[in-house]
């Protein structure tokens, strides 16, 4: 008899390829300067936090009585604050949601895990489209649940259909939908979503049971000019949202955020009891209360994405010139290049000869990729591109 749980035990040591990347960056930086780290591996928002919502945190803790500010709230999330977040998503998305329907979690990995607790029985399959935000995995599996891997459409980062339907079967719960995505910046089309409501309305029929969509929508306000990003529950019944504040308002270690629950989903008062259930088994007592309040202030009130919109305009025209193959920036805050040799890890352990950091896409389940995420100072991207054109001439 072991002293520990392995998994946890292999869960909590072994690093994320992207936070190894990250503290060899810290290292090297301490070596040569920071200014010459070129280090695009971590999606941390650089944006400052808006004004807006540094005053509204500022106003409530002067005015309001220090127990409702920090005292425990209803599980689900104080009442008034999901009035007003249901009213804003319906002014927004033309949606016909109440606060019943929303619940408040402490940011969107929170959002998703517990949406997978609550649906997940013994021998259930959620489905991820590749390339996937690698927590997908550990999350699906420390619900005993396992994850079935879409092999990517790599011309445009739009859902890989033929494959899709060939791994939708009986044991199918549910579907994971992550746009804009990480790591591609890819937003799936309104075509893309019709497409998937489609399937899954056939293939629920055709098994007896209702195939979830979870919608894990952290970047939905990062979607640059001519690019939509459709609301899922318009055009499925039965669709989860998770959201968070992290990307739109640069707060992501403040962890809050919510999951919708549709009236719409079959059987809603089972649904949104067993999210609760799952909740409360994964300890999340409550959201953070100030967040709570603060988003509630700020609900509605635009994200600045014109840094992001300028860095990857900059970076992707950067890469194409340098001779990269890449996907348009549609929204997010990442480019998912093809890598200059099929070993995307051999070429990432190239780049640091030129201290560019970058992650390999097999970690997303697309080898052959890199992921760089330019959510970082605009001078930065501009003194990496001429590195990343000495780069690609070691390839030619």
Not at 157 to 171: R, Y
Request: proline share 6%.
């Amino acid at each position: 008899m072991g002293m520990v749980s392995e998994k946890m035990y292999e869960l909590g040591t072994k690093k994320s390829t992207i936070r190894t990347i990250f503290e060899f960056g810290r290292k090297r930086a301490a070596e040569v300067g920071e200014e010459n780290i070129f280090d695009f591996s971590l999606g941390n928002p650089n944006v400052p936090t808006p004004e807006f919502v540094k005053q509204a945190a500022i106003d409530i803790l002067r005015e309001m009585e220090p127990s409702a500010v920090h005292g425990y709230t209803v599980a689900p999330g104080n009442p008034e604050v999901r009035e007003t977040l249901a009213g804003s998503i319906n002014a927004r998305f033309g949606t016909k949601f109440a606060g019943k329907n929303l619940f408040l979690t402490a940011g969107a990995a929170a959002a998703i895990t517990i949406s997978f607790k609550a649906l997940a029985e013994p021998g259930d399959e959620f489905i991820a489209f590749a390339p996937f935000f690698p927590e997908y995995r550990c999350f699906v599996e420390s619900v005993g649940a396992s994850l079935v891997v879409v092999p990517a459409q790599p011309e445009d980062f739009q859902i890989n259909f033929t494959a899709f339907e060939g791994l939708v079967h009986a044991k199918t719960k549910a579907v994971i939908v992550n746009s804009p995505n990480n790591p591609s910046g890819a937003v799936y089309s309104e075509q893309t979503i019709r497409r998937l409501a489609d399937i899954l309305r056939k293939k629920s029929k055709e098994y007896g049971h209702p195939i979830f969509i979870i919608s894990d929508e952290p970047y939905r306000e990062i979607a640059y000019e001519g690019y939509e990003v459709p609301y899922v529950t318009k055009y499925y019944e039965n669709t989860l949202v998770c959201y968070s504040y992290s990307k739109s308002f640069s707060l992501p270690g403040e962890r809050i955020g919510y999951i919708v629950v549709p009236d719409e989903v079959e059987d809603f008062g089972r649904i949104y009891g067993a999210v609760a259930g799952a909740a409360r088994v994964l300890t999340h007592v409550n959201a953070p209360s100030l967040w709570q309040l603060v988003v509630a202030r700020c609900a509605g009130k635009p994200s600045d994405i014109s840094t992001y919109a300028r860095n990857g305009q900059m970076l992707y025209q950067g890469l194409i010139d340098a001779g990269f193959d890449c996907v348009k920036p549609q929204g997010a805050f990442y480019l998912f290049p093809k890598a200059l040799e099929e070993d995307d890890y051999a070429f990432c352990e190239r780049a640091k000869k030129y201290d560019l950091l970058l992650v390999p896409g097999a970690d997303f389940g697309c080898p052959g990729y890199f992921r760089v995420a330019y959510c970082i100072k605009t001078e930065t991207i501009e003194r990496s591109l001429p590195l990343f054109k000495q780069l690609a001439a070691e390839y030619r």
